[in-house]
């Protein structure tokens, strides 16, 4: 039966759409589609069984090095069972976490979840009402059961601003964690992906008005593209959601002795620029 021999377990909002597109590019990497199947941390997927699982690399060639990535990997304490889940199946997965100045990413998962109508008001309402915008920001506490299952020495930190630094040794020097033996290209001519500040918040009745498909077809039939362009510019967050000092100042008192524990499990790859103020 297939399964991964890598996995990129998050975290959400940090890079990881980009960086499993890059890894997707290279020859005798393989990546699912979907790229995040989130099999062992949702209940509902994770009941569709092995099988299903196993089948999303059967398209892979048989020297490939297999992986898929899932943000939901790495968001405690909703997803209770990933880690037990995931070691009843994988004996040695190589793991790839990638991070992200914690303030910044809380802010672009509220942009991210208020696209979808998940989360409406203002950002500092809803830091208030959704403890999860904190608590996926908390890294050390995230992979704190993943180094309990496999050690340390299983997991590549990464981070979303070590890879816009210096993007090509950083895919390398992740590529040769997961066992890739083959030289690396960054594809600069790829897309970021999955950015917040381009998401369009849906629509009521999305999934019928809009990804219907025979919704989808009539609407390029019948609306010029430029009517199609302006109407979802409209449905966009124009400007970032920014914080009062006081407020970052609260956030990263809260995130002081989690950035420092991660400081301490990583101390080769967290940076300075991971933990300086917003301006």
């Known amino acids: 039966m297939s399964c991964p021999d890598f996995i990129i377990i998050g975290a ?44 999303l690399f059967e398209r892979a060639g048989t020297q490939d090095i297999k992986g898929e990535a899932s943000t939901h990997y790495t968001k ?4 209770p069972h990933t880690v037990t889940r995931m070691r009843a199946v994988l004996a040695n ?29 203002n950002l500092d309402s809803a830091l208030e009402t959704y403890p999860e915008l904190v608590e996926y920001s908390l890294y050390a506490k995230q992979i704190a059961p993943f180094i309990d299952a496999y050690g340390i020495d299983a997991i590549c930190l990464t981070s979303l601003e ?47 008005l809009v990804d219907n498909p025979v919704a989808r077809s009539l609407r390029r039939a019948l609306v010029p593209q430029s009517l199609r362009t302006r109407l979802a510019k409209s449905r966009q967050m124009h400007a970032r959601p920014t914080l009062s000092p006081d407020r970052i100042a609260a956030l990263r008192a809260q995130f002081a002795s989690d950035q420092t524990r991660l400081s301490e499990l990583f101390p080769d790859v967290i940076e300075t620029d991971m933990k300086r103020e917003v301006s």
């Open 76 to 79: 405690l304490p909703t997803h």
């Open 162 to 208: 070590r890879l816009k630094t210096n993007p090509a040794d950083e895919l390398a020097r992740i590529a040769h964690h997961i066992g890739f033996k083959g030289p690396t290209q960054w594809h600069s001519e790829l897309s970021t992906q999955n950015v917040s500040a381009e998401r369009v918040r849906k629509l009521p009745l999305h999934n019928l």
């Open 12 to 55: 959400m909002k940090c890079g990881t759409s980009t960086l499993a597109t890059q890894l997707g590019q290279q020859n005798g990497l393989f990546l699912t589609t979907p790229k995040e199947p989130n099999f062992f941390s949702d209940d509902d997927v994770f009941a569709r069984g092995l099988h299903w699982y196993a089948s």
């Open 93 to 121: 997965p190589r793991l790839v976490y990638m991070v992200r100045d914690p303030v910044q990413r809380s802010v672009s998962h509220f942009i991210h979840e208020w696209s979808e109508r998940r989360m409406s008001g």
